[in-house]
């Protein structure tokens, strides 16, 4: 079955760390680009990061840049989202979503996505 | 970065009418290489991920019922369900990937009247 399930979501201080995880399943992980979408409650969607297929390029959104790290690891098919220095406005649902084509980032497939909540 | 307005925010349509949303992205989202518009449609229903409908703005993805169709060019699209079904209860977002960040509409929630 073609998937992607995100994991490694929680409760964390601000100013913590946490990494969270996508595991994919039924495509060539490897061929596609991915990104991080997030959805905070009473916001609107926000891209947050994305990776190309052979993880050599990264992007990121200004919010995000210097405290967040997008790796891939295609030997185990996952996809994984360093986060440090969270802060409150971190506090949202994060999608993994599979790139739909290089270089065109609308996404074809998405999780179901795993909450990160920043809170002392 | 582009912004991305949808209207209206929620919409309540009886089965088997026409449900229609609009999206306006604050400058052309027209992809001048291919003369194509770099928009997406994306249908989410309680409790599931986010499932893609239309890209470019009006080529179904494989598997989308033909009652959902993607129109419009420039700054302006629409998403029309042309016939409501149940099933069809969902928030529906559009998103621009003309240029980086990709940003999305605040999404609006289609109900059955």
């Known amino acids: 079955e073609v998937q992607l399930l995100e994991s490694g979501g929680g409760l964390v201080q601000p100013g913590g760390s946490l990494r969270l995880s996508c595991a994919a399943s039924?495509?060539?992980?490897?061929?596609?680009?991915m990104s991080w979408v997030r959805q905070a409650q009473e916001k609107g969607r926000e891209w947050v990061s994305s990776?190309?297929?052979?993880?050599?390029?990264?992007y990121y959104a200004d919010s995000v840049k210097g405290r967040f790290t997008v790796s891939r690891d295609n030997s185990k098919n996952t996809l994984y989202l360093q986060m440090n220095s969270l802060r409150a406005e971190d506090t949202a649902v994060y999608y993994c979503?599979?790139?739909?084509?290089?270089?065109?980032?609308?996404?074809?497939?998405w999780g179901r996505g795993t909450l990160v909540t920043v809170s002392s | 970065d582009i912004v991305m307005t949808q209207s209206p925010d929620s919409l309540a349509v009886s089965l088997g009418e026409r449900a229609t949303i609009t999206c306006r992205s604050s400058?052309?989202?027209?992809?001048?290489?291919?003369?194509?518009?770099?928009l997406a449609w994306y249908q989410q229903k309680p409790g599931q991920p986010p499932k893609l409908l239309i890209y470019?703005?009006?080529t179904r993805e494989s598997g989308v019922p033909d009652r959902f169709s993607g129109g419009g060019s420039g700054t302006d699209f629409t998403l029309t369900i042309s016939s409501l079904q149940a099933e069809d209860v969902a928030v529906y977002y559009c998103?621009?990937?003309?240029?980086?960040?990709?940003?999305f509409g605040q999404g609006t929630k289609v109900e059955i009247k």
């Open positions: 979503a599979k790139i739909g084509a290089t270089g065109l980032w609308y996404f074809d497939l």
């Open positions: 039924g495509f060539t992980f490897s061929s596609h680009g």
């Open positions: 990776i190309s297929g052979s993880g050599g390029l990264t």
């Open positions: 400058q052309s989202v027209l992809y001048s290489s291919n003369n194509r518009n770099s």
């Open positions: 470019w703005a009006s």
């Open positions: 998103q621009q990937y003309y240029s980086t960040p990709p940003t």
